[in-house]
């Protein structure tokens, strides 16, 4: 072998070396950031499951105290006790009114911990379309009554059924039309159905209330969000409505979806599949 090509082989293995000790090291720098990245997901996991435990913790603690007053201001309005002057039958309602209302942001706290913990139960059965409606009219007639709010529900025709979980898909409806209500002052809201050729069916609650500008739109779903308007100042509310309203939609295998015009309206849709997939029954 000629000394020139000694000399090229010594160079390459030198080379060759040079890779080696960079790619040991590039290893241990792998190694290293796996690791850490193993101890930040630790971490991260560890926190969601503090703050879902404090959630869950205090949403148990506050509801006792909450259905106390609920009661007792009920039995002081139904005047058991003797005759109330207008003033304190005010009083009375201002204070059983705010503690509903806590009551309904301490259950959307205990659903958002249940669904960040990986703990919410999806029961699907059969049930038909015609008996959600029925249920959901008879939940909001005695708020609409006094109201110059028309609450319009169009049923669609024929024998419909949905295997889902009618309770959770009621929660979504109910939190469409009470919204849609709180932001209504004249108008009608109009609750539809409509089955689609894929075998779905999309429930839309639409409005004819002051709406929502584009700018919030992004951002309507998530967690803890309030869109920042007068009249938001003054009807108060967990911000999580939408949020679990989403969250419980893709339980069940659908989408959310919102179109609004500021001063014209706006319309709340769910998206899902007529028949629960099998997939999202069983990772409930």
Do not use: C, H
């Given at each position: 072998m000629s000394a020139d090509m000694q000399a090229q082989l010594a160079a390459r293995d030198a080379e060759i070396g040079l890779l080696r000790e960079e790619l040991e090291e590039t290893n241990k720098g792998v190694v290293a950031l796996y690791a850490e990245l193993d101890d930040k997901a630790t971490q991260l996991r560890e926190a969601t499951e503090l703050k879902s435990r404090f959630l869950s913790y205090m949403s148990h603690e506050f509801r006792t105290p909450l259905t106390s007053m609920t009661s007792i201001t009920?039995?002081?309005?139904?005047?058991?006790?003797?005759?109330?002057?207008?003033?304190?039958?005010?009083?009375?309602?201002?204070?059983?009114?705010?503690?509903?209302?806590?009551?309904?942001?301490?259950?959307?706290?205990?659903?958002?911990?249940?669904?960040?913990?990986?703990?919410?139960?999806?029961?699907?059965?059969?049930?038909?379309?015609?008996?959600?409606?029925?249920?959901?009219?008879?939940?909001?007639?005695?708020?609409?009554?006094?109201?110059?709010?028309?609450?319009?529900?169009?049923?669609?025709?024929?024998?419909?059924?949905?295997?889902?979980?009618?309770?959770?898909?009621?929660?979504?409806?109910?939190?469409?039309?009470s919204n849609a209500l709180k932001f209504t002052t004249a108008g009608e809201v109009r609750i539809t159905a409509v089955v689609l050729p894929d075998e779905r069916v999309e429930f839309a609650v639409e409005d004819t209330g002051i709406g929502i500008s584009a700018e919030h739109l992004p951002n309507l779903f998530a967690d803890f969000v309030q869109v920042d308007i007068k009249l938001q100042k003054r009807l108060r509310g967990s911000g999580l409505g939408l949020s679990l309203a989403r969250k419980f939609a893709h339980l069940l295998g659908g989408e959310v979806d919102v179109r609004s015009e500021l001063g014209k309206g706006s319309r709340f849709s769910v998206t899902l599949p007529m028949r629960l997939p099998a997939a999202n029954e069983a990772s409930s």
């Open positions: 009920g039995l002081l309005l139904s005047r058991m006790d003797g005759p109330l002057t207008s003033e304190q039958e005010k009083q009375l309602n201002f204070i059983r009114s705010s503690a509903r209302e806590l009551t309904d942001m301490v259950g959307d706290l205990l659903d958002l911990a249940k669904v960040e913990a990986g703990r919410i139960t999806i029961s699907a059965e059969w049930f038909e379309m015609v008996d959600l409606f029925s249920a959901l009219r008879g939940m909001f007639k005695p708020i609409v009554a006094s109201s110059s709010v028309s609450l319009v529900f169009d049923e669609p025709q024929g024998d419909i059924k949905l295997y889902t979980d009618d309770k959770k898909l009621s929660q979504i409806l109910r939190n469409f039309i």
